[in-house]
Nanobody, 115 residues
Framework: QVELVESGGGLVQAGGSLRLSCAAS????????VAWYRQAQGMQREWVGT???????NYADSVKGRFSISINNAENTGYLEMNNLKSEDTGVYYC?????????WGQGTQVTVSS
């Protein structure tokens, strides 16, 4: 059974950095696409960014230039590097991985940015 496990969330001051991880297990196939979403309290889940295994990536305007997604094939792990964090980046962050055209979601990890 394929499972995505996220880690790396926590409390950080505004202007700081965090790196979230999204590790796939239960499969020998690589994630072709990794996307990240976030959900602030009382708000709908919003898309943060997407990266293809081939290298192309796209980001929401609110995080462009500050966030970066990467994929480590050997570890079958996706990463979300977040820099210059702002209070509005606070929320639960979810990863979505596509493996053999099926989508899988992580359980979410809390990121809290204090101002």
């Amino acid at each position: 059974q394929v499972e995505l496990v996220e880690s790396g969330g926590g409390l950080v001051q505004a202007g700081g950095s965090l790196r979230l991880s999204c590790a796939a297990s239960g499969t020998t196939f690589s994630m072709n696409i990794v996307a990240w979403y976030r959900q602030a309290q009382g708000m709908q889940r919003e898309w943060v960014g997407t990266r293809l295994i081939a290298g192309a990536s796209n980001y929401a305007d609110s995080v462009k230039g500050r966030f970066s997604i990467s994929i480590n094939n050997a570890e079958n792990t996706g990463y979300l590097e977040m820099n210059n964090l702002k209070s509005e980046d606070t929320g639960v962050y979810y990863c979505k991985g596509v493996i053999r055209q099926r989508e899988y979601w992580g359980q979410g990890t809390q990121v809290t940015v204090s101002s």
